[in-house]
């Protein structure tokens, strides 16, 4: 990792627009674990990333009908109120507060999942949208309740 972070702090030196600027060290680094094997370059990662930095400025249409429409805002709902109810931030401790969701509503964990990855990254392709969360830490529940808004 230590040779990853060199190579990383030698590819911002000549990108002075990067918005990887305004993080420490150490959240630059888990952003590449989180992408590790998703992407081949910093750049790819830069912005597959960019959600994580500034919440989507639109969602894709496709995503919506798929994962939002039909009840899914609804359970988006239903999710972020788990959420907030979880003892930590920790990906663990979210996951388990959505499993215990989906224990009493009967839809599995993607029912629940693909929305919150949708009101998160505007797609439906993301990380795994608990590690997603746990990197998002105190920010998760706001951004999601300010996506949620805007979904009507």
């Known amino acids: 990792l230590d040779l990853l972070a060199r190579h990383l702090e030698a590819w911002l030196a000549v990108r002075p627009d990067s918005t990887w600027h305004a993080l420490p060290g150490e959240r630059r680094l888990s952003l590449l674990e989180l992408y590790r094997g998703r992407a081949a370059t910093f750049s790819e990662v830069e912005t597959a990333s960019r959600f994580l930095l500034v919440p989507p400025a639109s969602f894709d249409a496709k995503a919506v009908a798929k994962h939002l429409d039909d009840g899914g805002l609804d359970r988006l709902d239903q999710a ?20 215990a969701l989906t224990d009493g509503t009967g839809p599995g964990l993607g029912r629940y999942a693909q929305p919150l990855r949708v009101a998160l990254t505007g797609t439906a392709v993301s990380p795994p949208i608990f590690d997603v969360l746990a990197w998002l830490g105190a920010d998760a529940v706001p951004r999601l309740r300010a996506a949620r808004a805007r979904l009507g």
């Open 80 to 99: 972020i109120a788990a959420l907030e109810a979880a003892p930590s931030r920790a990906a663990s401790d979210l996951e388990a507060s959505i499993a």
